[in-house]
């Protein structure tokens, strides 16, 4: 029994070497421009290993997507429970959003701008969770507009613009090359409370 254990253990470590290995090349080459060789050469194992632990390159992309997407939303959505009044949830819905952006700006990239290459059925439950994010978002900035806090024409584009301003982050942002993440934060969080026109 111990035998066994121990088996599913390193399976589980092999599977989560993987997904990094492919992370890390799908952030530097692109999905497309990655072979299963690149991936087992970057976790240090044999090209055979990728299919003993996933059925595709694509399944390591929807993974990753899934988690990167699941991870979000938790950090959107526990940040939003932490306050009652909208600008306050904003603030930090937005502050862990823009993090996340930062701090995992490859994995970030890969998770943004590689969707495209997912099956229909990966696909749609990525788009799934990104919908979900956006209500979250959104449903902070009508209430809002309802109790006089913001002031903005339309809650449903001002969600969207706060959000793709974040996502944008993971394609320019290079931590050699760039502001402080601290910076980062500050601005976009005060840009977002901007676009929806506080008002007080």
């Given at each position: ?24 090349a799908f952030a530097s080459r692109g999905f497309h421009a990655t072979t299963t060789r690149d991936i ?161």
């Open positions: 029994m111990q035998e066994v254990s121990q088996a599913r253990a390193r399976g589980v470590d092999t599977r989560e070497r993987l997904l990094s290995a492919a992370g890390e087992a050469a970057t976790a240090g194992m044999s090209p055979a290993a990728v299919y003993v632990h996933h059925q595709s390159k694509e399944e390591l992309l929807y993974l990753i997507a899934l988690e990167g997407h699941q991870q979000t939303l938790a950090l959107v959505t526990r940040a939003i429970s932490e306050h009652t009044e909208p600008a306050e949830q904003l603030r930090t819905a937005v502050r862990a959003y823009v993090t996340f952006h930062v701090e995992e700006h490859a994995i970030a990239r890969v998770i943004n701008y590689e969707l495209v290459s997912l099956t229909d059925e990966h696909r749609r439950e990525i788009d799934a969770l990104r919908r979900a994010i956006r209500h979250k978002v959104q449903s902070v900035v009508v209430r809002g507009v309802a109790d006089g806090s913001f002031d903005t024409p339309d809650p449903k584009m001002a969600a969207m613009a706060i959000l793709s301003l974040g996502i944008d982050i993971a394609r320019w942002h290079r931590v050699e090359a760039s502001w402080p993440a601290r910076r980062i934060v500050a601005f976009y969080t005060d840009l977002a409370l901007r676009i929806v026109g506080r008002t007080s």
